[in-house]
């Protein structure tokens, strides 16, 4: 994610760590070896948020 970030120009994303924009998606699965491991969604992170998953 860091490549991205700098290509765009987005300085506050791209990194895992304190004072960075955190836009996370974890997953109970490995969607490599797997795509339906997209659907076994365990936490999602918006802003540095978390959000509680149904």
């Known amino acids: 994610t860091t490549a991205p ?8 994303r791209g990194t895992i760590a ?11 699965g ?3 070896s797997d795509i339906h491991a997209t659907r ?3 936490q999602v992170w918006c802003g540095g948020v978390s959000h509680a998953m149904s």
């Open 30 to 32: 490995d969607p490599l």
């Open 18 to 28: 304190p004072g960075m924009r955190a836009d996370l998606v974890l997953l109970d």
């Open 5 to 12: 970030a700098a290509h765009f120009g987005l300085s506050d």
């Open 40 to 42: 076994a969604i365990t």
